[in-house]
C-alpha cells in the first residue's frame, strides 16, 4: 500500500548476499525507550523494539493504562552501520526467466529495462492499473544497482505523483524487500551500548 509517511533523512542501503549484517555490537534483541514525554500520541509511556533474526522484529507502544500496540517490522543495516526498520514494506519475488515481478499486494510488473540476469535491478511497469483510494494508477519502478530506486505513479487522468524514493535488499533467491525510504526509522547503537532513534529517543538493551 502506498501511504504517507513522516519524511526522514535518506540513507544508502549496502547488503550482504547473506542478507542482513550484523556488528559486534549486535542489533538482536529488545530495546526499551526512556519514559516518554510530550509524544505526539497521546498516552504512549515507553516504545519497546524487538529486533529478530532474519531482519524481523515488532515495535509495542505501551500506554499509561498498561495496553499495548504491537506492529511487525523489518530492519536493514546501513552503510553507516546503524540501522533502520519500517512498518510499511513489501516482497517483490521476480519469475524464473527474470521478466516479471509480482508482489504482495497482487500486482504483477514485466521488465521494461535491464539483463534479467541481474536480478531485480531495472525498470518494471505493472501491468494491470492499481487502485488507490477510488483512483487507478500505473506504476513503474526504476530500481538501481546501489540499492535504491524510484516508483512512479500516474493516475487515470494522467496526472503524475513525485516519485517515490525507494530502498530494496536481496532477501531470499529471487525475493526482494522494498520500503519507500521516507518510512524508515533510524535506530543507531552509541559506544556506551545504549540506542537512539532518528527521534532522539534513547532505549537500553535488555
Not at 34 to 48: A, G, R, S
Not at 175 to 181: A, D, G, R, V
Request: with cysteine; net charge negative; proline share 4%.
Amino acid at each position: 500500500m502506498k501511504n504517507l509517511p513522516l519524511v526522514l533523512a535518506a540513507i544508502l542501503v549496502i547488503i550482504c548476499s547473506a542478507g542482513c549484517v550484523s556488528t559486534p555490537n549486535t542489533i538482536i534483541g529488545t530495546w526499551t525507550s526512556e519514559k516518554l514525554i510530550d509524544f505526539p500520541t497521546p498516552n504512549v509511556t515507553q516504545i519497546v523494539i524487538t529486533f529478530n533474526p532474519g531482519c524481523k522484529g515488532t515495535e509495542t507502544w505501551v500506554y499509561d493504562d498498561g495496553a499495548d500496540y504491537v506492529s511487525n517490522m523489518t530492519w536493514i543495516q546501513n552503510e553507516d552501520g546503524s540501522y533502520a526498520y519500517a512498518y510499511d514494506s513489501w516482497i517483490a519475488i521476480i519469475s524464473e526467466d527474470g521478466m516479471y515481478a509480482t508482489d504482495e499486494e497482487g500486482r504483477t510488473f514485466v521488465r521494461e529495462e535491464g539483463d534479467p540476469l541481474d536480478g531485480y535491478v531495472g525498470t518494471w511497469k505493472a501491468i494491470s492499473a492499481y487502485e488507490y483510494n477510488g483512483m487507478l494508477y500505473t506504476i513503474k519502478n526504476e530500481i538501481y544497482a546501489n540499492y535504491t530506486g524510484l516508483s512512479f505513479w500516474t493516475n487515470q487522468y494522467g496526472v503524475s505523483d513525485k516519485p517515490w524514493e525507494l530502498v530494496w535488499y536481496s532477501y531470499e533467491e529471487n525475493t526482494y524487500i522494498n520500503y519507500y525510504k521516507a518510512a524508515l526509522i533510524h535506530f543507531t547503537i552509541l559506544p556506551d551500548g545504549t540506542g537512539i532513534d532518528n527521534y532522539n529517543l534513547t532505549y537500553m538493551k535488555s
